[in-house]
């Protein structure tokens, strides 16, 4: 009996894989790519074409003493660098803006695709390190699909611009230097092997360590009241150093490689100079053509250098963007229900469901049978991890029963599209969850944004929260902080109340929901709810027996199963584990 968990996919099948699906992202932006490679193509056709006009140059002045070839020479070189710079700026931006536009839908898709999957899948995931690929990864592939794909093309154009050059002025020169070419790619391989490697451990240290940030700032009072100071910044200091060595490693790599690839082309230079000396001592050589070949031999060590150097940022953007494709090759929340619905009755029955968590050694639910009638009360009470959460966590399909039916209205859950579904359902949690934007924005969020201020005010009104949000300095327009930050425990939780109470759902759902309330505000909240549960279907998770004592069912779990069920009085009179907790509650003053 298992509850259902998305997995990631199999790996991308390898590196070749891995770029086509990154480069696939950059297929709309097409016409761009276009402009931006014909500035490439016009950068390296101009690099060429500035080191053969130094043939003509040197034999038309220096040897021939040509004045015609001075009258021509210096426009054409101002002409070459404008065209060249035309080029330049093509290239750069047209790079550059595909790079940010494909960043920008791979990200958008990957948050979207997280907001879709099952919650089961964040049971192993950690949201620092989702954030951390979210945000810095999706950087590294914006520069993998830019600056490095620009250095790519542009420099391979390049070297092969002033290797024509240098086949034009000499074919027997030229392919005496072959020879460095296969050398040259056994390095950029190497290096792009070594830097693939790097770049994975390099992500991962990444990840840990906003994570660790983000779990030991998110936690600070705990942290200093248990003397944790030290502790979380070694931690801190362990990863820094781990990625310091793994920095460290990139960087020796991308010199070693860079060195040897200028050995390389030296040794081809210091070739070139002797067979090229002893052809101008011979008379075969022209010194226009040994200084076009020297300046296409030096000119092409930059750009062999970066070739050679563009592997790491490549490798990491290529890393980073398969740990974006492998959140967006998990499945997501299934919703195959097709029936609409406006507004459900709210008949809401469990037939025989049970439930296993991934991983899990027995069963979270076991045999669960009940039937909650329209405009009833359900309340369901037992100790911790007794399956309480995880039963009203099963009616918005957060979780998928491993055996059994849920039925809303007399069809199974899966009938019905998620959207509907979870319309019918508000929600107060025991994990408040509000968001830094204003008090009206928290009441009326997401699909309850286009409720006017009247409805935002009575339910305000309903959850007892006016008289704290009229002390506000701007009232319902004041920003209440991260989570809610500005406000005290009680006043979140009224918070989250008023937003069911404006959500108007035929099912409510209240964990633990006057859990942060003082006495005082705990007696108008239970007022507002008493309220708010006329004609609604109402779960309620408590810790209190005292506030459930005019619940039309009371339902017992322990260790996922329902071991008792009745009215309170009715409990209290057969003496069973209901009672023994009321006994326990009240000896403690609860």
């Not at 979270?364 to 049978?369: C, E, P, Q, T």
């Amino acid at each position: 009996m298992t509850a259902a968990r998305a997995t990631p996919a199999a790996g991308h099948g390898g590196s070749a894989h891995g770029y086509g699906r990154l480069f696939a992202y950059t297929r709309p932006f097409w016409p761009v790519q276009l402009a931006a490679v014909t500035g490439m193509l016009v950068e390296a056709v101009a690099a060429g074409a500035f080191t053969w006009l130094m043939r003509p140059l040197i034999d038309g002045t220096f040897v021939d003493r040509d004045p015609g070839v001075l009258a021509w020479m210096p426009m054409v070189v101002v002409a070459l660098f404008l065209v060249r710079g035309i080029g330049v700026f093509l290239s750069s931006y047209g790079m550059a803006y595909v790079g940010r536009r494909v960043v920008e839908t791979l990200r958008g898709q990957t948050f979207a695709h997280l907001l879709r999957l099952p919650t089961g899948y964040y049971a192993d995931e950690n949201t620092a390190r989702l954030v951390a690929r979210l945000n810095f990864n999706a950087e590294q592939v914006a520069d993998a699909c830019a600056e490095s794909l620009k250095v790519i093309v542009t420099d391979t154009l390049t070297v092969l611009a002033l290797f024509c050059v240098m086949l034009y002025n000499s074919v027997s020169l030229t392919l005496t230097l072959v020879f460095m070419v296969p050398l040259i790619a056994l390095v950029v391989w190497a290096a792009g092997k070594r830097f693939r490697s790097i770049s994975r451990r390099m992500l991962g240290t990444v990840s840990d360590s906003t994570r660790v940030a983000g779990e030991t700032l998110a936690g600070l009072d705990a942290v200093k009241v248990f003397g944790g100071e030290a502790a979380a910044e070694e931690r801190y200091r362990v990863l820094s150093a781990q990625r310091r060595r793994l920095h460290l490693k990139g960087s020796a790599a991308k010199s070693l490689s860079t060195a040897l690839v200028q050995l390389t082309a030296a040794i081809a230079l210091a070739i070139l100079i002797w067979i090229a000396g002893r052809g101008a001592m011979q008379g075969t050589v022209t010194a226009g053509t040994f200084i076009s070949m020297m300046l296409a031999m030096s000119a092409m060590l930059p750009s062999l250098k970066r070739l050679t150097t563009v592997q790491d940022t490549m490798q990491k953007g290529l890393v980073a963007a398969e740990s974006l494709f492998e959140i967006l090759d998990v499945p997501v929340e299934a919703d195959q229900g097709g029936i609409a619905i406006a507004r459900a009755t709210g008949r809401v029955e469990f037939r025989g469901v049970g439930l296993r968590y991934a991983g899990a050694a027995r069963d979270a639910l076991l045999d669960i049978d009940l039937v909650a009638e329209p405009g009833t009360v359900t309340a369901i009470v037992g100790r911790s991890g007794s399956g309480k959460s995880s039963l009203v966590r099963l009616l918005p399909r957060l979780l998928e029963p491993g055996t059994g039916t849920v039925l809303l209205d007399g069809r199974p859950l899966s009938d019905y599209s998620l959207t509907d579904l979870r319309r019918q359902i508000a929600w107060v949690s025991q994990q408040i969850v509000l968001f830094d934007d204003t008090v009206a924005a928290n009441i009326a969020f997401g699909g309850l944004a286009d409720r006017d201020d009247e409805q935002i005010r009575a339910a305000a009104r309903a959850a007892n929260a006016l008289e704290f949000i009229g002390a506000l300095p701007q009232g319902f327009q004041t920003r209440i902080g991260e989570g809610g930050a500005s406000l005290s425990g009680g006043q979140r939780q009224r918070l989250a109340i008023a937003r069911a109470i404006l959500k108007d759902a035929p099912i409510l759902i209240l964990d633990e929901a006057t859990s942060a309330l003082d006495t005082e505000s705990e007696r108008l909240i239970q007022d507002a709810l008493a309220h708010v549960m006329r004609d609604r279907t109402t779960f309620v998770i408590a810790h209190r027996l005292s506030t459930i004592e005019h619940a039309d069912t009371v339902l017992v779990m322990d260790d996922g199963r329902i071991v008792e069920r009745g009215t309170h009085r009715e409990l209290l009179a057969s003496g069973g584990v209901y009672a023994s907790l009321h006994r326990m509650q009240f000896a403690d003053g609860g």
